[in-house]
T-cell receptor, first 111, second 114 residues
């Protein structure tokens, strides 16, 4: 059974600092790994999806890497801004298009 | 307009009541999902449907049932609500015609069972 872990559960950084968010998974036989952002009281917004054949994806200030052999994915957010404050969730997709989510990392970027 | 909508957005009910949460999508996706989110536990899959005639149990289906009325509509029912079903419920869709299998989420329904 796939298990996804995100450590730390919460993170606070000053504005401008780069953010590094970690995600680990137990089953390397994932089809893809997806990173989401969740704002309080709102749904999930998909940020990046890395397919199993890829090692990274980039979108603007966001870069996500995937290392299946070590069971890890990392989301980098460059030059953080207060608007980046949110909870970030990673999820691994297994057979049948089913996602297994981590518990999330709550990020606070201080002005 | 939002591609994935959920109604109601908030619901307070009492133990033993039957309630239904509804999800509609305009994305034309064939696959739909129901998740619940509890603090610190991430999201857990309740039920999923690959098309109108295909319904599957997820990780935590006990106490829940679903109905796929049409490609665009997927409802979640709690037959007899209990307090530990208090959670944030999300509907999601995905389209497997492409290579990405990306899931798109609705805004969520906050359910409180007293």
């Amino acid at each position: 059974k796939q298990e996804v872990t995100q450590i730390p559960a919460a993170l606070s950084v000053p504005e401008g600092e780069n953010l590094v968010l970690n995600c680990s998974f137990t089953d390397s036989a994932i089809y893809n790994l997806q990173w989401f952002r969740q704002d309080p009281g709102k749904g999930l917004t998909s940020l990046l999806l890395i397919q199993s054949s890829q090692r990274e994806q980039t979108s603007g200030r966001l870069n996500a890497s995937l290392d299946k052999s070590s069971g890890r994915s990392t989301l980098y957010i460059a030059a953080s801004q207060p608007g980046d404050s949110a909870t970030y969730l990673c999820a691994g997709e297994a057979a049948g298009n089913k996602l297994t989510f981590g518990g999330g990392t709550r990020v606070l970027v201080k002005p | 307009d939002a591609d994935v909508t959920q109604t109601p957005r908030n619901r307070i009910t009492k133990t033993g009541k039957r309630i239904m949460l509804e999800c509609s999508q305009t994305k034309g996706h064939d696959r739909m999902y129901w998740y619940r989110q509890d603090p610190g536990l991430g999201l857990r899959l309740i039920y999923y449907s690959f098309d109108v005639k295909d319904i599957n149990k997820g990780e935590i289906s006990d106490g829940y049932s679903v109905s796929r009325q049409a490609q665009a509509k997927f409802s979640l029912s709690l037959e007899s609500a209990i307090p530990n079903q208090t959670a944030l419920y999300f509907c999601a869709t995905s389209d497997t015609t492409g290579a990405r299998d990306e899931q798109f989420f609705g805004p969520g329904t906050r359910l409180t069972v007293l």
